[in-house]
């Protein structure tokens, strides 16, 4: 595995995270409801709906992390120093992603 510095890993996957986070608001919006509507803490850790919130936040942070991670071991890779060769590099990678 190529190495990368663990601060870019952590910029990308914060960007990342908040980006996808604003396709699963709506899942994260009806769970908060719920909670509210539920007798108690434990009521609502228990159902089945805050595991389900918890397995879409957990995934969709490995998620960014592994993609952060993907995109900075390829611009390490091919060498890629100027904010256009990134963009280059970026426009490939979403080329790639969205076919």
Known sequence: LPPVKPSAIA?????NHV???AILGPVFGDTYRQA???NSKEEF????EAASAAAAWGTSLAGSALQSYGVAALINSTGTL????AAYLGALIFAASSA
């Open 45 to 48: 850790f228990k159902s089945k």
């Open 19 to 21: 980006a996808s986070l």
């Open 11 to 15: 910029l990308g996957t914060v960007f």
């Open 82 to 85: 100027s904010y256009k060769g």
């Open 36 to 38: 509210q509507a539920a």
